[in-house]
């Protein structure tokens, strides 16, 4: 039966209703318990896994495809609004980031699986975590890059319209530093002050922008105090580092390790903690295959499909140590994602998803292609 642009934005602003904002797990459980009714008629075998990831599976054969998508949103239920339609535009928490890109996966799907190929099996690997790094399902997904054959990732369309070939990693992590409180006035002398400290930490740690390299540094938020009488004992950043060689990593870990082991402020202390990163995504022969696979689709379907870089963070990282095709962005077209003003454009939901289809309608016919 052929899905209708009413029928898909009724399924969009029914997602985008639910909120599911990272860290609400009662949220995120009860939007994937939508998300499982749907695959299931779709008459795949649906597993919930501790931490909230769905793997989503249909057919028996040797030919693994894996398909990325995530649940969760970087909006709290506290910050959660209503969906609305403008036009073209469908506003939501999550319209485009990527609710909207588990529809455009979901639609495909419902074209593609009357007729899978007996060689051929789909997993669908749907988290709850990716926008705060993924420690819960990561293992999930490199498990299953590593028996698949290819995987596709349903992230937003870049701006510009092209697909993701390459993608930043991503350290997050955060430094805390103490002090000894005191009177501002009376007893700076024999105190330490917790922020100053923090903040020598932070302008060492601002100097490994690198821009040459394509390194980023970012303090996205300090805390510390209690009145602007009383010598801080505490304070803390929350920051992280991006970087699109694998080749980095390990440096930049060093030197963040460095400068917060400098000898700082008297009577102050300074603790690193590294919490939950990202690999980055560097498409390799496989993927640059897969790619012209695409653009061969997409000029069946009247379209230029191009890729390009980013500096956002990505689930389709974690498959790029089993060394095989991916590509990433297939999800819908729309602006201002992470923000109030996040939009996604209607009438790319249906658009993509027949795309998408025709994609992996390609792929579990010829996985040959790409290996």
Known sequence: ????????????????????????????????GAVCADWEALGMRVVRHPGGALECTIGEGEDELLLLGHMDTVFPRAEHWPFRLEGDRAYGPGTMDMKGGLLVMYYALREVLPALPPHAKIVCVLNADEEIGSSNSHALIEAHAARAFAALSFEPVRPSGAFVAERKG??????????????????????????QQLCRV????????????????????LRGGVAENIIAD???????????????????????????AQPGVPGTTTALHVGASHPPFKANEKSARLLELAQEIGRAQGREI???STGGAGDVAYVCASGIAALDGLGVEGFGAHTKDEYAIASSLLRNAHFAADLIKALVQRPDRVR
């Not at 934005?9 to 985008?16: A, G, H, I, T």
């Open 202 to 221: 932070v302008g060492d740690l601002y100097a490994l922008r690198d821009d040459a390299r394509d390194i980023s540094l970012n303090v996205g938020v």
């Open 234 to 260: 505490e304070a803390e950043a929350r920051c992280e580092v991006r970087f699109y060689d694998p080749a980095y990593q390990d440096e930049l870990l060093a030197a963040i390790e460095r400068i917060c």
């Open 306 to 308: 191009t890729a390009e």
């Open 1 to 32: 039966m052929k899905t209708t642009q009413k029928e898909a934005l009724k399924k969009l602003e029914q997602y985008v209703n639910l909120p599911s904002g990272s860290h609400d797990a009662e949220d995120v459980e009860a939007f994937a």
């Open 170 to 195: 991503v350290i997050a992590f955060s430094v805390r530093c103490t002090g000894q409180r005191g009177h501002a006035g009376s007893a700076y002398r024999s105190c330490g002050s917790a922020i």
